[in-house]
């Protein structure tokens, strides 16, 4: 059975004591000590890397408070338990992420009932991976404003994970991106976080700045502030890559088109790099000067693939002969112009598969997810159920 690792930090003997009694008979909790102080918690989390944490805020709330706002790595699933009168503490320990305030002192059917809870919704798998296999890293940038490169970012991403691929999307679209309103998330943390990580910030930390998606889809979102983004380097960006490639089978980077460090440092470390554009003439021109730029990067052709959206005759879009031509090589993959379906899909922050099962742009979307396996050299994994159908489907046609 699968558990959850917790570290009680109490000032209080006999609530740490009752705790630990409380926890021995929970089967899904396993306890990792308690911590009376900072630096007892420090040394606690550096052997037992919690996934949760209990604070008791007695004797004295704000006092303690301010202790957990002091450390740099606190566990993602923290709870609290202290004065339920005093509505100024509750609202600071849930600005701090806290998902529960229990009373001074919890019963047992409480804190189980909480933790089995917790357990089917807590980020088991990005803290403790199944292989020793490292993500993918996609970056996704688009030729120019309007082309739909979050949106192709954000239904990839989501694509991956219905394969059942443990799948994270960093929103490096700075100073502002659309991760988060596309997968209809408020972000708690941000991109903004790890500007103020010490040196020990390490993988549980990051972890705690990724938002799930009730799809499992985890993101971590760009900056609230335009101030904030500022702040935010290219160091940053590889320090996340860095501490979250071993908890993730793919990351995928939604790449701001400005050329700037961060958009440099984040095409440097993908492994793929995908570059969204519509067919149109203004469209085409960036994406021409794009490619030129990345080859003097030292991008091999064959690591960037041209997805082109939006794809429609209807539209004034170029033939394939004339993108060719222009571009002087060939699309790797066409979405279709399924305004209504993908617009339905993002006003619910939802994949297109929610939208519509049969709609042609769904089918392309999960091909996509398909294709970056065969790009990246892996295997086309693709589910038993699914090649039956299919085989079925070309039978019945033929």
């Known amino acids: 059975m699968n558990q959850i690792s917790l570290i009680i930090y109490s000032e209080r003997p006999e609530f740490a004591a009752r705790l630990e009694a409380i926890t021995e008979e929970i089967e899904c909790v396993r306890l990792g000590g308690c911590a009376d102080d900072p630096e007892s918690f420090e040394r606690l989390r550096k052997s037992e ?16 408070l301010e202790e957990i706002e002091s450390l740099s790595n606190i566990p993602p699933l923290l ?45 088991v798998h990005p803290a403790q991976p199944e292989s020793n296999e490292i993500a993918r890293v996609i970056g996704v940038i688009g030729a120019k404003g309007g082309v739909g490169a979050t949106t192709v970012t954000c239904q990839m991403g989501f694509a991956l994970q219905a394969m059942g691929k443990r799948t994270a999307i960093l929103d490096l679209n700075l100073p502002i991106g659309d991760v988060a309103l596309h997968c209809d998330i408020t972000p708690v943390h941000t991109l903004a976080n790890m500007t103020t990580e010490r040196e020990s910030a390490d993988a549980t930390y990051v972890t705690k700045l990724l938002e799930e998606h009730a799809s499992g889809l985890h993101v971590m979102a760009s900056p609230h502030r335009i101030e904030e983004a500022e702040a935010v380097t290219a160091d940053h960006v590889g320090r996340v890559l860095h501490l979250l490639r071993d908890r993730f089978d793919w990351i995928v980077l939604d790449v701001s088109r400005t050329w700037n460090e961060i958009s440099i440092r984040a095409l440097d ?25 990345m080859e003097r990067l030292g991008h091999k052709q064959e690591n960037v693939r041209l997805v082109a959206n939006r794809c429609s005759k209807k539209h004034g879009s170029l033939d394939k002969k004339d993108f060719v031509k222009f571009i002087g090589r060939d699309v790797d993959f066409e979405i279709s112009n399924d305004y209504s379906t993908v617009a339905a899909a993002i006003d ?21 997810a398909q294709q970056l396996h065969t790009w990246c050299g892996l295997e086309n994994e693709m589910r038993p159920n699914q090649t039956a159908r299919s085989g079925f489907r070309k039978f019945f046609r033929r």
């Not at 995908?274 to 469209?283: G, N």
């Not at 929610?354 to 091909?367: L, P, Q």
Request: overall charge neutral; hydrophobic content about 45%; some cysteine.
């Open 348 to 368: 619910a922050g939802c994949p297109v598969t929610k939208i519509s099962t049969r709609a042609k742009v769904t089918r392309e979307f999960a091909a996509l």
């Open 79 to 123: 709870y609290m338990a202290g004065p339920q009168h005093e509505s100024a503490v509750i609202l600071r320990a849930m600005r701090l992420g806290a998902r529960e305030f229990f009373s001074d002192m919890p019963s047992p059917e409480e804190v189980e009932t909480v933790f089995r809870a917790a357990l089917k919704t807590a980020p």
């Open 269 to 293: 470390l993908s492994d793929l790099i995908v570059s969204v554009s519509v067919t149109d003439l203004p469209a085409l021109r960036h994406l021409k000067q794009h490619l030129a730029l």
């Open 49 to 64: 890397e919690p996934l949760a944490m209990l604070v008791d805020l007695s004797p004295d709330p704000n006092h303690i």
